[in-house]
């Protein structure tokens, strides 16, 4: 078991007139490989939550273990933590310092203490895993454009060989084929490494085609776990959130209410095809 929280309650401003609970009796359990998406709107807690995960931030109340180890405990590494649980964030700017690409995914290597050839190496593989072409390795990521910021902020944290991805909101701000590509890199990563990837978003087409499991938090409770299919069945209370089903489920919901014999629990594309062209085929 990778990452376990156990009823895990975190307030903002404790003990002040601005206390705010962002997180209310979580508990969750995160085996390795697992391919998650945390959906939820502005405010939900969802950000607050990936930060446990990693140490960021200590709960009010509760427990956090990592491979079995409770993260809270004094004596903690936390250093090794952060290596192992790699989180990138929503804005890469918030990440990346170093005057170009490839100095920058060096420095998480380099602080491990890792020679210079091994960081470099690591280095070199990362900027590669994410797709990067070499012209850009010498030049400041600030000079990018923002899918490629994201691709080298991800390979800051995956030079560290982390256990555990996560991504904070990975594709906001990226026009369509932006956040096609950024998907698809994730995806690719999960497929070929194997390690656990948790994508956060606001977004349930971003996550629709793509992860097994859906954790949706609303008001800093969790309030669905499960596969895409269980968590897109309650698309009403969903819309009551302020979330919204993909397309796909709307569209295949008006097939239904229409008269064809569809199944409404499908939840990507290729599956809508097939069922519309079954659906067809009946006629």
């Not at 490989?33 to 960021?56: A, E, P, V, Y």
């Not at 936390?78 to 990346?96: C, D, I, M, S, T």
């Not at 990521?141 to 899918?147: A, C, K, Q, V």
């Not at 097939?274 to 009946?282: C, D, H, S, T, V």
Request: net charge negative; hydrophobic share 40%; charged share 25%.
């Amino acid at each position: 078991m990778a990452i376990l929280l156990n009823h895990v309650n975190y307030i903002y401003d404790e003990d002040t007139a601005m206390a705010n609970a962002a997180l209310i009796d979580v508990s969750l359990k995160i085996p390795d490989g697992q391919f998650i998406g945390i959906i939820g709107h502005t405010g939900s807690g969802k950000s607050t939550l990936i930060q446990h995960m990693n140490g960021l931030i200590a709960p009010s109340s509760g427990q956090i273990f990592f491979n079995n180890e409770d993260i809270c405990d004094r004596d903690y590494n936390k250093k090794n933590l952060r290596a192992r649980v790699g989180l990138v964030f929503q804005y890469p700017e918030h990440q990346l310092f170093e005057t170009d690409c490839f100095k920058d995914v060096c420095f998480g290597p380099k602080n491990l203490g890792l020679s210079q050839k091994d960081a470099e190496l690591r280095a070199y593989t990362a900027l590669k895993q994410v797709g990067l072409e070499d012209e850009y390795f010498y030049q400041s990521p600030f000079d990018l454009s923002g899918g490629q910021k994201r691709r080298v902020a991800i390979a800051g944290v995956l030079a560290m060989n982390p256990e555990v991805l996560i991504l904070d909101e990975p594709t906001a701000g990226l026009d369509p084929k932006g956040r096609e590509e950024i998907l698809g890199l994730i995806s690719e990563l999960h497929r070929k490494t194997g390690i656990t990837i948790i994508l956060v978003s606001h977004s349930m087409e971003d996550v629709a085609d793509y992860v097994e499991r859906i954790i949706v938090m609303n008001r800093g409770r969790v309030t669905f776990d499960g596969e895409p299919k269980e968590v897109f069945s309650h698309y009403k209370e969903l819309e009551e959130m302020g979330l919204a089903a993909p397309q796909v489920t709307y569209c295949m919901q008006e097939l239904r209410e229409a008269g064809f014999d569809v199944d409404t629990s499908v939840t990507t594309l290729l599956e809508a095809k097939n069922e519309i062209l079954k659906a067809f085929m009946k006629c």
